[in-house]
């Protein structure tokens, strides 16, 4: 998430009532977490494990939870808790907009775009041509749809990450601040859910189309021209290339990639990152003809139990 405008190192840290070090014009432009993060934007670390990743990320500015000798060419701002401060510039630099109608006066419709009785469009959203949104269809703060969108009814865009610190007595949700963002000739089926990014954006590419009922993550890239079939739920920080097939009820954990021209059949499981161009079922997912091979397998246990039993 970028700010409206550019900050000073010094700035955020008298927001914050916190320490700072670095140069006080130090520019901080934008929020983002560790594994999006770009120049000018600030990050956030609270653990030892994943203090030199952070100081050595494109992060320009750590807030950090001890003092440490800061890298060349950054800032540092020590906090007590980084994780609460960093709530705290989200809530602040994008805070929640209650809405004062079904079709906020802020958002930015296309020509050709028809909206049915009862679809809810946020703040700030852009929506661009010839798109249809669906009656009880809900599109969140910020999103934006590119051409010739179809959103089915119920299908939420832009609902939060689920994304939790649990702490002792207490579980601290990471507010979500960023966007989804869907290309053009996109299809999303009834009562689908995708995600915005926590500090980044959840993209959709050209010419994807969704089945009913599919959830997808936060901060999650799915590419161009994929088919994803009904139940079917995508964990966030996950990235699916172009082209990808992802039939019924498939389940793919968090931070993966599905290589370009991917085939995953009805009720798999991926656990890991799958090679593109290549058919895969089971759970865990794996080539088909391995995973037919272990089924035909599994069907003679009995016949090779008797046998063993008699001995």
């Known amino acids: ?5 550019a900050q000073s190192l010094k700035q955020v840290s008298e927001f914050l009532n916190a320490k700072f070090i670095g140069d ?5 432009s934008g929020l983002n977490e560790i594994h999006m ?4 934007d600030l990050s956030f670390v609270d653990h030892p494990k994943y203090y030199d990743t952070a100081l050595n990320s494109d992060a320009t500015t750590i807030l950090i939870n001890k003092e440490v000798e800061c890298p060349e060419g950054k800032g540092l701002i020590i906090s007590d808790d980084p994780f609460v401060d ?3 510039l989200s809530n602040h630099f ?4 209650p809405a004062s109608g079904m079709l906020s006066s802020t958002a930015d419709i296309g020509e050709g775009t028809v909206i049915q009785p009862g679809a809810f469009v946020g703040n700030h959203v852009k929506i661009g041509k010839n798109c249809l949104i669906h009656a009880n269809a809900s599109i969140y703060d910020h999103c934006e749809l590119g051409d010739h969108v179809v959103i089915h009814s119920g299908a939420v865009i832009g609902a939060d990450g689920f994304y939790f610190q649990k702490r002792k007595g207490e579980t601290l949700k990471f507010h979500s601040v960023g966007r989804v963002i869907i290309g053009n000739h996109v299809e999303i089926g009834a009562c689908t859910s ?3 990014g926590v500090t980044g954006d959840t993209c959709v590419g050209d010419y994807t189309k969704f089945d009913n009922h599919v959830q997808v993550g936060h901060d999650t890239q799915i590419g161009r021209y994929c088919l994803i079939g009904a139940f079917s739920a995508i964990a966030g920080v996950t990235r699916i290339e172009d082209n990808v097939i992802i ?3 498939v389940v793919i954990d968090k931070d993966l990639v599905i290589g370009e021209g991917a085939v995953i059949l009805a009720t798999s499981g991926a656990d890991k990152s799958l090679e593109g161009g290549k058919v895969y079922f089971g759970a865990p997912a794996m080539e088909v003809r391995k995973a037919w091979q272990q089924m035909a397998l599994i069907k003679k246990l009995p016949e090779i139990w ?3 039993r008699k001995l």
């Open 24 to 28: 006080p014009d130090h520019v901080v």
């Open 94 to 97: 994008r805070p929640f907009e």
């Open 306 to 308: 008797e046998k063993v």
């Open 37 to 40: 993060v770009e120049a000018g």
């Open 86 to 88: 960093f709530n705290k």
């Open 247 to 249: 039939w019924a009820k």
């Open 1 to 5: 998430m970028k700010f409206p405008a």
């Open 194 to 196: 995708i995600d915005k």
